[in-house]
């Protein structure tokens, strides 16, 4: 649900970052913020096990500069990925414009990554949304791991309908801006739509 | 998707404004802010500058999100407020018209029992100003205004591609 406020022209959105566990979502966002400069972020915050992994779910609010005068701000959240925490992950589709799905490229992955994705079709159906609605951007992650399944066997298993693709090593940020610059401009032409 | 977009316009945030200034003065409450469901912030009032309001918001609409999924767990439609009581200050959330969410923080200069009052008082103005905002929108969008009015309507590949170059 994005906020438009004409008293203090601001525009809200946000994003989610979806996919199964240890797949990258939250480097992904780490990386945006080290990259991003102090004025225009603000902190990140991760509600995270004592193991790093992600618990309820990492926010990082990014503003972007205006748009026709509107201060633009996108705020990103990454769900928990392992499996067990679906409650969580429904709760943080919540009012969400966009999506990036942060798939694991590594073969032995590639059933978890097909679980993720459907499990994220039903959670935006409880939600009310339907993922050939909503902004989208497939993100193919750690491709410089040796054991990664090819681009077109992914994209096979996991394209839902021609969103765009693109492969990242979040870890060293190949491809975590174009990434989210790929769902945020669907966000922004979701709202010329009105 | 933007059926449900929440749009605050100039006449309405003045009024919610004066609403959360009032409930401030008469709660002693040191800060008082609203966010909508998805943490998003839509007005504050009170000592701001030692805090992380963007945090803040977020978290709280985790916090909401999270207790409505175990009210719903066992089997209540919500918990409508909720209170964290700490060493110093105090948090008092509640929900207003259903989908937005006021949050006093207090000390003990204020009580409990005079927050929730004057939070009962407040919450039934701003229902008042939601349900408004609400209308208002529906009635713009029915009459198609809202896509004129829209600044994003003139919106340019070059814009977007702006935004990501600093």
Redo the contacts between chains.
């Keep these: 649900m994005t906020f438009i406020n004409y008293a203090s022209r601001e525009i809200n959105c946000k994003i989610v970052y979806y996919g199964p566990g240890l797949g990258g979502k939250t480097t992904n966002l780490q990386y945006v913020y080290d990259k991003t400069a102090p004025s225009a972020k603000g902190k990140m915050i991760s509600l995270a096990t004592e193991t790093d992994r992600t618990l309820f779910f990492d926010f990082l609010p990014l503003e972007l500069g205006s748009v026709r005068g509107f201060k633009t701000r996108f705020h990103l959240y990454t769900v928990p990925g392992q499996v067990f925490y679906d409650a969580s992950r429904k709760l943080i589709l919540k009012g969400v414009d966009g999506i990036i799905f942060v798939a694991d490229s590594q073969v032995e992955r590639m059933d978890a990554n097909i679980e993720s994705v459907s499990n994220l079709e039903q959670n935006l159906k409880l939600q009310g949304y339907d993922l050939m609605k909503i902004p989208y951007t497939l993100q193919l992650n750690k491709r410089d791991l040796p054991n990664v399944a090819s681009v077109d066997d992914m994209k096979r298993e996991l394209m839902r309908k021609g969103e765009p693709v693109l492969e990242a090593v979040a870890s060293t940020g190949i491809g975590v801006f174009d990434t989210l610059k790929a769902v945020a401009k669907q966000v922004l032409i979701e709202l010329k739509k009105g | 998707?933007?059926t449900?977009?929440?749009?605050?316009?100039?006449e309405e945030?003045?009024r919610i404004k004066t609403i959360i200034t009032k409930l401030r003065t008469e709660s002693n409450a040191k800060l008082v802010f609203l966010v909508?469901?998805?943490?998003?912030q839509?007005a504050a009032q009170g000592d701001l500058e030692n805090l992380?309001a963007?945090?803040l918001a977020?978290?709280t609409a985790?916090n909401v999100?999270?207790t409505?999924?175990l009210a719903k767990l066992i089997g209540e439609k919500e918990f409508s407020i909720l209170f964290h009581e700490g060493e110093r200050d105090n948090i008092h959330i509640s929900i207003v018209a259903q989908r937005v969410i006021l949050v006093v923080i207090f000390d003990n200069r204020s009580s409990l029992g005079l927050v929730r009052l004057r939070v009962k008082k407040a919450s039934s103005e701003l229902t008042d100003v939601f349900e408004r905002v609400v209308k208002k929108i529906n009635h713009e969008r029915e009459s198609g205004r809202?896509?004129v009015e829209?600044?994003?309507?003139?919106?340019t590949?070059d814009?977007?591609d702006?935004?990501?170059t600093?």
């Design positions: 998707m933007t449900s977009d929440m749009i605050m316009y100039e945030y003045q909508d469901k998805n943490g998003q839509i992380d963007t945090s977020s978290l985790g999100a999270a409505d999924g809202l896509d829209s600044p994003f309507a003139e919106i590949d814009d977007i702006n935004l990501f600093n």
